[in-house]
C-alpha cells in the first residue's frame, strides 16, 4: 500500500485554495458585472457540477495535470461570459435597446467564443492523440471542460438572462466604475512593436545563455534516483518527512535543489523516500553519503538515540532502511519526446485552423509565435531561477502539465483580439489597416483584463493556500497566464500586422 506524494495536508490546502480561489472569481464577477455577473456564478456552478458528473461518468482519474485542465476551463468558462456581456455593453453604449442589445450582443460574441474554444479543443485532440501518461490526462479533462463550459456559459447563461429580462424588464451588466472602464481606451500599441521586438529578443536571448549554461533542475521523474523505504518506531506524517529533509538537504551546496518524494509506504510508520541526489554516481561512498544525510535529517523523528549502523543494516526487520534500491526514470526518453511532438503537433494544427479561418496565415504565424515565446520563457525562467527562489523549481510532470495548459490560454486570447481585428476590416474596409488593428486591440482591452484577472485571481489563491508540493507548477502558470496576454498584444497581433502589412506593400508594388 502506498500513500500519495500529495500528503493528507497538501491535499486539504489544494482544496480550500481551490475553493477560495472559485469563491473569489464568483465574487469577481458578481460584482463588475452587477446582476448579470450573479447569473453567469449560476452558470459556472452548473458547469462545475456537469465537468466533474461528466469525469466520473467516464471514470476519469484526476492527477494533477488532470486539475490543471480543470482550472483552465474555469477560466475559459468566466472567458466566454466576460466576451458576451461587453459585447452587450458595446450594443447598449451604441443605443440600442435591451432585447436587441442582449440578442446582438450574444451573437456578434459567438465567432469570437467558438473560435477561441475550438483551437483550444484541436490542441487537447492532438495531445491526447500524440500524448501519453499525464499528458493525456490533462487532454482528456480540458476536452470535456470545454464542452461543458460552452453549453453553461452560451445555454444556461442566455436562458437566465432572458428570464429576468421577462419577469423584470431590466437587467444591469455593469456597475457605475466598471461601466465604461476601459471603454474609451485609444493606446497605439503597434507604434510600441519595434520595442516589444526587441525586449523579445532580449529575453530570449538570455534564457538560451542561462538553458546553456545552468540547464534545468529536472526531477527525479526524469532522471531516476535512490529509493528507500524507511522504518520508524511511531506513527509519522508524509509532510512532517519531507521538511525534516529539506532542512539538511538545503544545507549541502549541491544538494539544495535536488527533488525528493516522501509517501506513505504500508503501514504509518513506514515511509518510501526517492531522492535525486548523486543519481548519477552508482559508487558505495555516494551511496554511503545519501544515506548519511537522510540519517541526519530522520534521527530526530525516532524516540530513541538510533545509531547509523542500525539505521543503515537492511539485513534486520527492525526500524531503519528496509529497502534501498537505483530506479530509473518514470518518465522514460520516448514519454518525454512524446510530449515534445505533441506540443509541436498542436501549434502545427492551431495554425492551420487559423489560416483557415482567418483566411490569411500572416494570422496564424503571429499566434504561433507568441506561443511560441510563451513557452520558451517559462522554460528559460524554470532554468534562471532554480535554487534563487523560496519554492521548488523542477521539471517534472507538472511542469510539462503547466506548458500545455498555458498554450491552451494563450491561443484562447490571441483569437478573441484576431476576431475582433477580422470584424473590423469587414466593417471598416476603408481605414487603414493600422487603425483597424489599434482599434480592435483598444475595444477588447476589457475582456483581456477581466478574464487574465478572474484567472491570476484563482492562481495566486492557489499559489499562496494551496501548499508547497504544487507551488512551482502554479507559479509557471501565473508567469504564462501573464505573458500570454502582454504577448498577445505585442508579439502576436504586430507579427501578424507586419507581415501583412509587408504583404500589402508588394500587392501595390
Same mark, same amino acid.
Given at each position: ?23 473569489? $472569481? ?33 471514470? &476519469? ?13 474555469? %477560466? ?28 446582438? %450582443? ?5 465567432? =469570437?467564443?467558438?473560435? !477561441? ?19 493525456? !490526462?490533462? &487532454? ?20 437566465? @438572462?432572458?428570464?429576468? $429580462? ?33 525586449? +523579445? @529578443? ?15 533542475? +529536472? ?10 523505504? @524507511? ?26 535543489? $535536488? ?6 509506504? %504500508? ?27 537522510? /540519517? ?54 492551431? %495554425? ?11 494570422? =496564424?504565424?503571429? &499566434? ?6 510563451? =513557452? ?88 499562496? /493556500? ?44
Amino acid at each position: 500500500v502506498v500513500g500519495p506524494s500529495l500528503g493528507q495536508e497538501s491535499i486539504n490546502a489544494g482544496i480550500l485554495s481551490f475553493v477560495l480561489a472559485f469563491v473569489l $472569481v464568483l465574487l469577481y464577477m458578481g460584482l463588475y458585472y452587477k446582476t448579470a455577473g450573479w447569473l453567469s456564478d449560476i452558470a459556472l456552478l452548473c458547469n462545475v457540477f456537469l465537468l466533474l458528473g461528466v469525469l466520473v461518468s467516464f471514470g &476519469a482519474v484526476l492527477t494533477l495535470p488532470g486539475i490543471a485542465g480543470i482550472v483552465l476551463t474555469m %477560466g475559459m468558462a468566466v472567458d466566454a461570459n466576460v466576451i458576451i456581456y461587453e459585447r452587450i455593453k458595446e450594443e447598449l453604449r451604441g443605443g440600442k435597446g435591451l432585447s436587441l442589445a442582449i440578442k446582438d %450582443g450574444f451573437s456578434k460574441a459567438y465567432s =469570437a467564443i467558438i473560435d !477561441g474554444n475550438l483551437t483550444t479543443i484541436i490542441t487537447g485532440i492532438v495531445l491526447f492523440i500524440f500524448g501519453n501518461g499525464p499528458v493525456q !490526462g490533462f &487532454a482528456t479533462t480540458l476536452i470535456i471542460g470545454i464542452l461543458t463550459s460552452l453549453f453553461c456559459s452560451i445555454f444556461i447563461t442566455r436562458l437566465l @438572462i432572458e428570464g429576468v $429580462v421577462n419577469k423584470w424588464g431590466k437587467i444591469s451588466f455593469s456597475r457605475k466604475w466598471s461601466e465604461n472602464l476601459m471603454g474609451n481606451a485609444h493606446f497605439d500599441f503597434l507604434g510600441k512593436s519595434k520595442i516589444s521586438y526587441i525586449v +523579445m @529578443i532580449v529575453v530570449l536571448a538570455v534564457s538560451c545563455v542561462s538553458f546553456a549554461v545552468r540547464g534545468l533542475n +529536472m526531477g527525479a521523474e526524469f532522471t531516476g534516483g535512490r529509493a528507500y523505504v @524507511i522504518r520508524f518506531d511511531r506513527p509519522v506524517q508524509a509532510e512532517e518527512v519531507r521538511m525534516k529533509l529539506q532542512e539538511v538537504f538545503s544545507g549541502y551546496e549541491d544538494a539544495a535543489n $535536488v527533488s525528493f518524494e516522501v509517501k506513505q509506504y %504500508g503501514n504509518e510508520n513506514q515511509m518510501r523516500i526517492v531522492t535525486q541526489y548523486r543519481y548519477d554516481d552508482t559508487s558505495d561512498e555516494a551511496t554511503a553519503e545519501v544515506e548519511q544525510i537522510i /540519517f541526519d535529517a530522520l534521527k530526530p523523528l525516532y524516540s530513541y538515540d538510533i545509531s547509523f549502523e542500525q539505521f543503515r543494516n537492511t539485513q534486520t526487520d527492525v526500524n531503519g532502511i528496509l529497502t534501498a534500491d537505483k530506479i530509473g526514470p518514470s518518465i522514460a526518453k520516448d514519454m518525454t519526446w512524446n510530449a515534445i511532438y505533441s506540443v509541436l503537433f498542436s501549434l502545427i494544427a492551431i %495554425g492551420l485552423y487559423i489560416t483557415f479561418r482567418f483566411k490569411r496565415w500572416q494570422w =496564424a504565424s503571429g &499566434a504561433t509565435a507568441a506561443l511560441a515565446f510563451n =513557452a520558451l520563457l517559462i522554460i528559460g525562467i524554470f532554468s534562471m531561477f532554480y535554487g534563487l527562489l523560496p519554492f521548488n523549481l523542477e521539471v517534472n510532470q507538472a511542469f510539462i502539465a503547466a506548458i500545455l495548459t498555458i498554450i491552451g490560454y494563450a491561443i484562447n486570447d490571441t483569437v478573441v483580439v484576431f476576431d475582433r481585428i477580422r470584424e473590423y476590416l469587414g466593417l471598416y474596409p476603408k481605414r487603414n489597416l493600422k487603425d483597424n488593428v489599434n482599434n480592435a486591440i483598444n475595444s477588447t482591452l476589457s475582456r483581456t483584463i477581466n478574464t487574465s484577472g478572474t484567472t491570476l485571481v484563482t492562481l495566486l489563491a492557489i499559489f499562496f /493556500f494551496g501548499g508547497e508540493t504544487i507551488r512551482g507548477f502554479i507559479f509557471a502558470l501565473t508567469v504564462g497566464v501573464i505573458v500570454g496576454t502582454v504577448a498577445t498584444i505585442f508579439i502576436a497581433t504586430p507579427v501578424a500586422y507586419d507581415l501583412m502589412a509587408k504583404r500589402a506593400k508588394i500587392d501595390k508594388e
